[in-house]
């Protein structure tokens, strides 16, 4: 199904314990403030999204962790800080910003932010 013209897309957030939620991100928005906003739990984001905390770390399922492409270095180097060690496909969710592209972005939380 074509997504062309749309202004929000899916999104499919998986906590730790394997149970799924699913939002919908206003395309423009990072997925840490969509997921914020609608109070998803296991996403901090103490800092608001100046990539100084590491506490909005989310682990992007496939295929759309290829589509984001590799972090740039500031977001790598704050991966380091990320309270459950971080995995091939973490990302700081402040990072990710929502696209047309990205409808069904789905992403699993780690257990825990501290
Ligand atoms: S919200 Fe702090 S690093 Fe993403």
């Known amino acids: ?28 928005k990072t997925l840490m403030e969509v997921a914020t906003a609608k109070n998803i739990n296991g996403i901090a984001a ?7 905390c590491a506490t909005c ?4 399922q496939e295929p759309f962790a290829s589509q984001l492409g ?5 977001e790598l180097a704050m991966l380091a800080f990320t309270a459950v060690p971080r ?19 789905a992403v699993t939380l780690p257990a825990s932010q501290y």
Do not use: W, Y
């Open 1 to 28: 199904m074509s997504n062309t013209g749309a202004t929000a897309i899916a999104i499919h957030i998986t906590d730790h314990q394997g149970a799924v939620t699913s939002i919908d991100g206003k395309i423009g």
């Open 46 to 52: 103490d800092c608001g999204g100046l990539m100084s």
């Open 57 to 60: 770390h989310v682990f992007v």
């Open 70 to 74: 590799a972090p740039d270095a500031e």
């Open 87 to 105: 995995q091939p496909h973490s990302r700081l969710s402040c990072q990710i910003t929502l696209s047309a592209e990205l409808n069904g972005l």
